[in-house]
């Protein structure tokens, strides 16, 4: 009886050690999780310097996971207030020689820092801040084609190579050279760049000439992986393109494809059609643009651009002097419909959706708020590009102001973690 009396008298001691196991686990998990959701809110500079602080905190802000958590949480942080990047193209003479500066800046600007900024009677402008510059040696190119951006990471293609940063790490890389271009004269080579979301890896994908005479039917297209540790030099693509691309052109990039006009004066044809190149399966297809009106519309008329994640094909009338946004769900086989029509008397075309409804348009160089209740604008909610004061960290509050801008890239922003080298170091250049 008394052994037996003992025997019961442990079984519950066990139970309350097993408790204690489980408790103590359950506090480190809880523990871990609330450095996870304090982590995935702070800003990429902020993390950067976290990484030395324990070599736990390192592993949780490298591991792939947390980059894309942190991007999903970023991309919602960014997008309401809009947070864009303004990179000024500057030519080098005063008489245009269509030669720009090798000094690339990269300025940050948000619309409830724009909001702020105009609600203080001290500030006669709005600011643009520098969030990264990379001077490059005079003479290594003298083109430069517009700018793209997808998560985090920014596009700059240029007439000798490509180039892409990740500018809230202070990273770039230097993409390697290729032998397959046989063009002469120095161009801006077709380009776009995205995410394959099958192998979550970016790819950059380039047009290339097989003859020295561009206006030969030849074209190959060179597929480039960001961040791969396995080959890091451009690939081929097994088929070619069934179209000749416009040069010089920035793709578009779409629910994990590119989108390219055609060059209409080799293919003369009654139908509008993009180019779409999957960044998936790396094959090519065709996307009917447009039902078969507006004939009088040019290409250059057309902006072909992603709105709310989807395609969107926004058209200039001058005869009816309207602005008509047209977008589409389905890529393969698209059934547009017109969005918005905004009866204006210049171009201009929505980069971006406002959370009251309403759009944020470019015009030129100003960015304004569209009203869709009130169809129409504010003279207080226009941002004029020009008159914007860029500021840099070493700079006086009067900011840059240039007389010899070509153009402004204006890119909707989002900052990300996302490396771009197989190796890349947190650290700031």
């Not at 949780?60 to 000024?88: E, G, M, T, W, Y």
């Amino acid at each position: 009886m008394v052994v037996n009396d003992a025997r019961k008298k442990k079984v519950p001691q066990r139970k309350r050690r097993t408790r204690r196991r489980q408790t103590k686990f359950s506090c480190e998990d809880l523990l871990d999780e609330i450095v996870w959701e304090i982590l995935i809110r702070l800003p990429v500079e902020s993390l950067v310097r976290f990484k030395s602080v324990s070599k736990a905190w390192r592993t949780i802000i490298s591991d792939p996971v947390f980059v894309r958590a942190h991007l999903h949480h970023s991309k919602q942080k960014h997008h309401n207030p809009l947070s864009f990047l303004i990179i000024p193209q500057i030519y080098l003479e005063p008489d245009p020689s269509n030669i720009v500066s090798t000094n690339i800046r990269l300025y940050h600007c948000s619309l409830q820092q724009q909001q702020q900024q105009q609600d203080d009677r001290m500030s006669s402008s709005a600011i643009a801040t520098l969030l990264y510059g990379k001077h490059f040696q005079a003479g290594e190119f003298g083109l430069v084609s517009q700018m793209a951006h997808c998560d985090g990471l920014v596009l700059l293609p240029i007439d000798t190579n490509t180039y892409i940063f990740n500018p809230a790490m202070r990273d770039v890389v230097e993409l390697p050279k290729s032998h397959r271009n046989m063009l002469q004269h120095s161009a801006c080579l077709p380009i776009g760049f995205g995410l394959d979301a099958s192998t979550g890896r970016y790819k950059v994908v380039r047009s290339f000439y097989y003859s020295s005479d561009c206006h030969h039917i030849a074209m190959g297209m060179e597929v480039f992986i960001i961040n791969d540790d396995q080959d890091g030099s451009w690939r081929e693509t097994l088929t070619d393109p069934p179209a000749l691309i416009s040069c010089p052109q920035t793709a578009i990039h779409c629910k994990g494809c590119l989108f390219y006009f055609i060059d209409r004066k080799i293919h003369s044809c009654s139908t509008r059609v993009l180019l779409r190149f999957s960044l998936g399966d790396e094959t090519f297809g065709f996307t009917p643009l447009l039902p078969n009106m507006y004939t009088q519309v040019e290409d250059e008329d057309i902006i072909i651009h992603e709105l709310d994640g989807e395609l969107c094909a926004t058209i200039f009338s001058k005869v009816q002097r309207q602005v008509l946004i047209w977008m589409t769900r389905d890529i393969p086989d698209p059934q547009w419909k017109c969005h918005r029509i905004i009866n204006f008397s210049e171009p201009c075309y929505p980069i971006a959706s406002l959370s009251h409804g309403g759009f944020l348009l470019r015009r030129g160089n100003s960015l304004f708020r569209y009203y869709l209740e009130a169809h129409g604008i504010k003279e207080e909610d226009t941002l004029d590009i020009d008159d914007l004061r860029f500021i840099g960290p070493t700079e006086d509050t009067m900011g840059h102001a240039w007389e010899n801008v070509c153009w402004f890239d204006i890119l909707l922003y989002t900052e990300s973690l996302v490396p771009i080298t197989p190796k890349a170091s947190l650290q700031a250049l």
